[in-house]
Structure formats: C-alpha cells, structure tokens
C-alpha cells in the first residue's frame, strides 16, 4: 500500500548568493547566442564609456593651462589651442553619454527577456502549487511578492553589470592616473577614503535592509488586508463594519508608518555620513593640490584635474549608496520569489506518466486513506465503485469526508493510503493534465472570470466555436436569458461573477462544464447554496447534464439524489450505509433518519410559505 506523505507549506526565502546564482544564467544562456552577443556588446560599450569619460579631465586640464600659459603649444594634443581643447573636451563628454545609451540599448532586451521569463516561470509554479498551498497562502501578500520580486530582476541584471563592475573600474584607473602623475601620497589618500566610504556604507545599508524589510512586511500585510476587505465587499456590508474594516487597516498602515519613518530617518544617517567622508577626501586632496600649484610642483591645470576627477568619482560613489541599497532590496525581494519557487509542488507527476485513458469511466475507490494532517484522518479505508455510466450519491454530516473524495479524484492531493482507479488506472500513474482534462465539476459556488458571459462559458474549451457556446448555453437554461442582456453574450459578470445571482452563476458554470464535455462528472454539493425553486431548476440542467455520463453527486438536499444508483452515506470518514434510495428507507437507518428530518423541514418552509 503506497503512502504520500502530509506536506506543510513551509517557505524559506532563497540567500542573496542563491538569488544572484539563479540570475546569473539569465545573462549568459546555452544556446541562446544573441543574448551572448547583446551582453558583450553592451559591456565593449560600457569599457569604451569609461576609458573615454577617464580621459576627459585631461583635455580639462589641458585647456586650463594652455590658457594660463603653462603649457606650449607642442605639448598639447595635436597642438589644438584652448578653443579647440575645449571643443575636444564637449565631444568627449558627448562620447561617454553616447557609449553609455548604446550600452542600455543594447542590454534592454536582455533585461527584459529575463524579466518576463522569470513572470512566466513564477506564475506557472503557482498554479502547479497544491491547493493546500493556496489555501494556506494569503493572495495579497503573494501578489506582492511576485510583484517586487520580478521588478527586481530587471535592476539586478542591470546595476549589477553596469554599476557596480563599471565603478570599481573607474577607481581603479583614477587611483593609478594618480599614483603615476601625482604621487602615491594622492593615490592612498584616495583609496583611504573610498575604502572607508564603501565599508562606512555597505555597515549602514545592512542595518537599514532590516528596517526595509519590516517595512516590506507591514507593507504586505496592509495590502493584503485591503484586497481581503474588498473581496468580501459585501459581507463587509451584511454586517455594517465599514468602519471596523477601515479601522483594521489603517492599524496595518500604522505599522507600516512606523517602519518607513525608520526607513527614512536611517537614509538621512546614512547620506549624512556619505557626504562628510566624501568632502573629506575632496578637500584633503584640493588641500594637497594646492599646496603642490604654490610650491611650483604642479600648474593651475593640475589642480583642476584632480577636482574634476574627484567630483567625477564623488558621483558614481554617491550613486553607490543607493545602488549597494536597490541591490540588496532586489535580492531580499528575489529572495522571497525564489524561495516561492523552491516551494515543492506537492502533488507531481511521476516520470513517464501516461495520459489517462477512459473507455467507460468506471471509478474505483480501493481502501482509500486521507487526512489533511497526518494527526486527523479524514477517510479511513473507504472502497467503493462506481460504475460506468452510473450516478452515485455521496452523503452525509459534515467533516464526513464528501468533499474530500471529490478533490482527490480530481487529484488536488494524493492518497496517503490504498488507491483511486478510473478503468483500472491508478491516478498517480496518470497526468495530472489528463485527469483534468476527462473530469468535470460543478462546485457548491462557481467563481467566474471578471469577463464576458462568453469567456466564462468558453472557458470550458478553449476552441469552442460561436455555435457550441450558444448550444452549452441553450443545454445549461441560461441561453434566453443572456439574450435578455443589453450586451448579450459580451456582458461581463464583474469580481468573481458578483453581477450575476447564484442560480446564474451556477447555469454558466454548467454551460462551460457541458462545453468541456468531460465523461466524468462530480457535482460537489452543486445546488447547495440555491433557493429551493432555483434548485428545481437547474436540477433539470443537471439530469440532463448527466447523461450517459459516470456522476458522482456530493449531495446535501437529499431530495436532489432520490434517483441515484446507489447512495452512499459517509460517517467519520468510513462508509455507513449505501443502496438505492427505496433500500435506505426500508433499511430505517441513517439515510432514513436523515430523509425524515429533511422533508419534515421542507413541509415546514412549505406552510410557512402559504
């Protein structure tokens, strides 16, 4: 007898290191040589920006002392004049901006690429995630997190090649033009301060990553409490709490509010402590410049060299800062979508499974075992089959298990004991694609798209014709009334259907299950929630919907299964009772019991109703 074991949700967001190695394939995929070609024309760009945005202060320096007179002609380039060192000088910082829009051009598409690859894999993931998963999951907070973890990627592959590596670069060259043209002493005084800026910001970023991620936190718990208000809008409004809603989130934005004052309190630290080391390092070396240009050591250009290179690296140093701070949000948002990604499905298909193939339907219930957790069974050795063709009821008490055996035919979990088989096949040896694809369900509330009546019905197949989704609407009892809409067909049903009444949302879902045309069918309590004429009504759509079909009804009203061919009444997760409904009442048992109290209660609505 197999087991499957229990799975919890458990989520552990991927490491920076982790995140970064799962990016970097992105950058340089097999078999994908264009983006190969992109990446490195983007980083010749990105050299040729840097090599020429490095010789700009001497064309600067140049023309200074061409017009201070400390310079010959013959020892300027090419001999140009002050005008024409000038001009040089323009073009130059013309030709870093240049390079660097091409380096952009040239990468976007690899961002984006990247970008759109790890939506599409991220929202593929989810949706083979268990329904466990979802159930457990807050929607609000996962949207979030898919949300800053995708705009993430798009910043990392960037700043990460053109900031960071395109930074380090540019020290490196300042530090040696000054160790060769001014002195070590300029040199060390130079590295001293950057290296000191760096740890001075990497110290303080860090502990404002965890602020931020407290913020993001509260910021995720705030909106999910938004999206949760706005989903049950209207038992929001059944129980006049607009207000203890209102009052519930803006607790959640307090929160919120405290983290990102933080925040913004320890960005002014930060800033603060980067503006004093950087102004430090630039007056010292002004200061040594100085001392150099009185002393006869060095021109007036000189001086003017070493303040263009110290503003030109003050900037990139400063944009550090908030580079060294996007990047480790990115990786802390990532961090949380991969971890997403690293959540087991916990239901998969095994390798070389094969598409389930139904010739009658039959359905076999051997021994089954189940429990959501492994400490509260829920079916404790059920068996049970269901011929092809035939209509079998399931009912019973709450917590009995009724719905349980839907969910597990249609494979949202495995059994954890004995096995369910439709025409000999063990589900867990078949596709989950499969499986779907030849059972369909009318669940207790059918939930629609915020779409057209067509979409949700079509939804059933997706090449459905115009024709066979007028039929499946004709079969279902909704077709007149669609044609009663203004739009017609192109009516859209708003949030989860809300536009429409439960017996209408019940008929679409019929209509779009009747489309697919499944050979199995499960009606999981399926009029449940209806007025009793409503349900008269639409219990016609499903007798019809029926035919020639094996049907398992998951009934609540038994008056709906009174024509089964066989009923079967769970108790506690076993089976407590099952014959036809005329065995039931003869056999006085628990059916019957049930049967007495329901009908003694319908003759009452019926009196009162009179």
Known sequence: MRQSPVSTVTEK?????????????????????????????????????????????FLYKQAVDRLAGDMPDAATIMGLTAVGLTV?????????????????????????????????????????????????RKTGGLSRIIERGVKGVDFL??????????????????????ATVFGISYMLVVVGVISLYVWFTFAVTEWRVKIRREMNEQDT?????????????????????????AARYDRAMQRYEVAAVKTGQSLSFLNGGQALLITTGLVAVMVMAALGVQRGELTVGDFVMVNAYMIQITMPLNFLGTVYREIRQALVDMGEMFGLLGQPAEVVDKPGALPLAVAGGTVEFDRVEFGYDAARPILKGISLTVPAGQKVALVGPSGSGKSTIGRLMFRFYDVNGGAIRIDGQDLRDVT????HAQIGVVPQDTVLFNDTLRYNIAYGRADATEDEIVAAAKAAKIHDFIL??????????????????????????????LLKNPPILILDEATSALDTQTERDIQDSLHEMGRGRTVITIAHRLSTIADADQIVVLEAGE???????????ERGGRYAAMWARQSAEEEDETLAAE
């Open 13 to 57: 967001p991927a490491s920076g290191w982790q995140t970064i190695r799962r990016v970097l394939p992105y950058l340089w995929p097999e078999g994908e040589g264009w983006v190969k070609r992109r990446v490195v024309g983007a980083l010749v760009m990105l050299v040729l920006a840097k090599i020429v945005s490095v010789s700009t202060p």
């Open 88 to 136: 040089a000088y323009g073009l130059a910082r013309l030709g870093t901006v240049a390079f660097q829009e091409l380096r952009d051009a040239i990468f976007v598409r690899v961002g984006q690429r990247a970008l759109r690859r790890l939506a599409l894999q991220t929202f593929q993931h989810i949706h083979a995630l268990s329904l466990r998963y979802h159930i457990t």
């Open 157 to 178: 592959l960037r700043f990460m090649l053109f900031s960071i590596g395109p930074l380090i670069l540019e020290l490196a060259m300042v530090a040696v033009i000054f």
């Open 221 to 245: 718990d705030a909106n999910q409490k938004a999206i949760d208000s706005l989903l049950n809008f209207e038992t929001v409004k059944y129980f006049n709490a607009e207000a203890r809603e």
């Open 432 to 435: 989950q694609g499969s499986i």
């Open 484 to 513: 009663s809409l203004p739009e017609g067909f192109d009516t859209t049903v708003g949030e989860r259907g809300l536009k429409l009444s439960g017996g209408e949302k019940q008929r679409v879902g019929i209509a779009r299950t």
């Open 575 to 585: 089976i407590a009772e099952r014959g036809t409904h005329e065995e039931l009442l």
